[in-house]
């Protein structure tokens, strides 16, 4: 089920990431490589931006990567300790705001990196306290 659930939602990503929300190729490439900068815009500017656009860059740029954060330390056991996870999320950002950024169906911006990656640690607190506690208990005792 974990499984079926990491491939959907990857694929699901990936159209939202580079073809959803409009994601028609643009004339010129955008970005932005000061971090807080658009989060900061965001939040000192609130009342020039509709809420649903708000929420979304915010925190749905948190919030999208809850379930990876959560998925990747329960099925790769190589992935169990925050900072892999946190590696791996950074890396892989990197390379989806770097496609975006190439192919024009986006921008590439650190601070969605930075909000992707917080969403991830989110998860992956989530997946420590629940399925992690089980797992290190499971092998304490089967040690002993």
Known sequence: MA???????????????????SRGARTERLYNLTPFKTIWS??????????????????????????????????FRSYAKWYKVTNLLFW?????????LIFKVGSFDVDD??????GGL?????????????RQGLECRNHS
């Open 3 to 21: 499984w079926l659930l990491f491939f959907s939602y990857t694929l699901l990503m990936i159209y939202l990431l580079f073809f959803g929300f």
């Open 92 to 100: 892989a950002l990197l390379l989806v705001e770097t496609i975006q």
């Open 42 to 75: 965001y939040v000192a500017d609130i009342q020039y931006y509709n809420l649903d656009i708000w929420v979304i860059n915010l925190f749905g740029n948190v919030a999208a990567f809850v379930p990876f954060g959560f998925l990747i330390p329960c099925l």
């Open 122 to 134: 989110i998860g992956y607190y989530m997946y420590a306290l629940t399925v992690g506690r089980k």
């Open 113 to 118: 990196i930075m909000l992707n990656v917080i």
